[in-house]
T-cell receptor
Framework: DTEVTQTPKHLVMGMTNKKSLKCEQH?????MYWYKQKAKKPPELMFV???????INESVPSRFSPECPNSSLLNLHLHALQPEDSALYLC????????????FGNGTRLTVT | GENVEQHPSTLSVQEGDSAVIKCTYS??????FPWYKQELGKGPQLIID?????GEKKDQRIAVTLNKTAKHFSLHITETQPEDSAVYFC???????????FGPGTRLSVLP
């Protein structure tokens, strides 16, 4: 089992819905990440939080809104998504913002109808 | 920016044989190279990593080699087992920023 926990495992939402993805880690890591992964593709970076501050936003549309309430939690708020946003959303954490290994959760499989 | 290529895209081996996956990178400033294994329905899991001050690292049946001059690194799996079947991603990153660039992945199938 992974030490990064993501909920829910699966989510189906309509284009007018608002939903949130949640991620939690208790390894004392100070950097947390959101990645998007489409089928048969590598993970693509969306956001990086370092010491609870947003440090990287890879030009992600504003319908995705990240939040880092504390060093153990990371949320991704979703609003007015499009069908092409359907993907596996992966959360990861690392010890700090330098070259330390990423620890991934098992993801939330999102389907937008 | 960094570009990571990975070959082959698919690889089938007989159980007990060795498997080798190769990656090349473009940014000479890259100095950390992890390998991830992703099984169906799961997130990527780190299996081994190497930093630029080391040429080779081994962990039981898995080894990684790095050639900084040629800018390529390889994953070697010996005595493959069916549970090694998965998608493997290489990645590269630098000291500045925190953005791992992943290769496109290799789907490894170990046939019993």
């Amino acid at each position: 089992d992974t030490e990064v926990t993501q909920t829910p495992k699966h989510l189906v939402m309509g284009m007018t819905n608002k939903k949130s993805l949640k991620c939690e880690q208790h390894m004392g890591h100070r950097a947390m990440y959101w990645y998007k992964q489409k089928a048969k593709k590598p993970p693509e970076l969306m956001f990086v939080y370092s010491y609870e501050k947003l440090s990287i936003n890879e030009s992600v549309p504003s319908r995705f809104s990240p939040e880092c309430p504390n060093s153990s939690l990371l949320n991704l708020h979703l609003h007015a998504l499009q069908p092409e946003d359907s993907a596996l959303y992966l959360c990861a954490s690392s010890q700090d913002s330098s070259n330390s290994p990423l620890h991934f959760g098992n993801g939330t499989r999102l389907t937008v109808t | 920016g960094e570009n990571v290529e990975q070959h082959p895209s698919t690889l089938s081996v007989q159980e007990g044989d060795s498997a080798v996956i190769k990656c090349t990178y473009s940014d000479s400033a890259s100095n950390y190279f992890p390998w991830y294994k992703q099984e169906l329905g799961k997130g990527p899991q780190l299996i081994i990593d190497i930093r630029s001050n080391v040429g080779e690292k081994k962990d039981q049946r898995i080894a990684v080699t790095l050639n900084k001059t040629a800018k390529h690194f390889s994953l070697h799996i010996t005595e493959t087992q069916p549970e090694d079947s998965a998608v493997y991603f290489c990645a590269a990153s630098t000291d500045y920023g925190q953005n791992f660039v992943f290769g496109p992945g290799t789907r490894l199938s170990v046939l019993p």
